[in-house]
């Protein structure tokens, strides 16, 4: 590979890689995928815009050290394949997380990455793909919040409800008593 080609495959993954703080970058170890199933995988990412490139670990070495980027030294080892997206970061875990060939073993391995500007190994990263998308977990919160303050306002309401019921069995009574 020329030294041209290599700068320009640099400046692409430091392109990505800026984008730590709002985007997700995962670092993922690949295995025995065979060639059409990673051909179904990056037409799948393709279209999930998620960004999928298999890269040399010095380039990345190289580019994680201009930019500033500290990262632990087991990323470098193996193969390894830069993906960042936009997606919901437990979305985007599930995907490379339940990827499996016809034996049931995964293609890939969660070796680490940012989520939200904050480092997570492969271990953290499995986990994360293991909890609910972020707007369910933002809707059970928004229920149990507003959960309390029904419970009140149904407890607060009850004497009113029940001084109606009243006078409406005495007028009902009443009505019945002068027929």
């Known amino acids: ?76 080892f193996g193969n390894v394949a830069l993906v960042v997206s936009s997606m919901d970061p437990t979305e985007l875990a599930k995907k490379f997380v339940e990827a499996k060939d016809a034996d049931e073993k995964p293609f890939f391995e969660m070796k680490g990455g940012f989520v939200d500007g904050k480092y997570l190994n492969g271990a953290e990263l499995v986990e994360l793909s293991k909890l609910p998308p972020k707007p369910v977990i933002v809707g059970k919160l928004l229920y149990l919040l507003n959960s309390p303050i029904q419970r009140l306002v149904t407890v607060l309401s009850k004497p009113e409800r029940d001084l109606v019921t009243v006078l409406n069995q005495i007028k009902v009574k009443k009505e019945s008593i002068a027929a």
């Not at 170890?29 to 010095?58: E, G, H, P, Q, W």
């Not at 580019?63 to 990323?75: D, K, M, R, Y």
């Open 1 to 76: 590979m020329k030294r041209e080609e290599k700068r320009k495959i640099i400046d692409e993954i430091e392109e990505k890689l800026k984008k730590i703080n709002e985007q997700s970058v995962f670092f993922v170890d690949f295995k025995s995928i065979k060639a059409n199933d990673i051909t179904n995988l990056r037409k799948d990412f393709k279209l999930s815009n998620i960004y999928y490139r298999v890269v040399k670990n010095d380039l990345l070495r190289i580019a994680c050290s201009e930019l500033g980027v500290t990262v632990p030294q087991n990323i470098f």
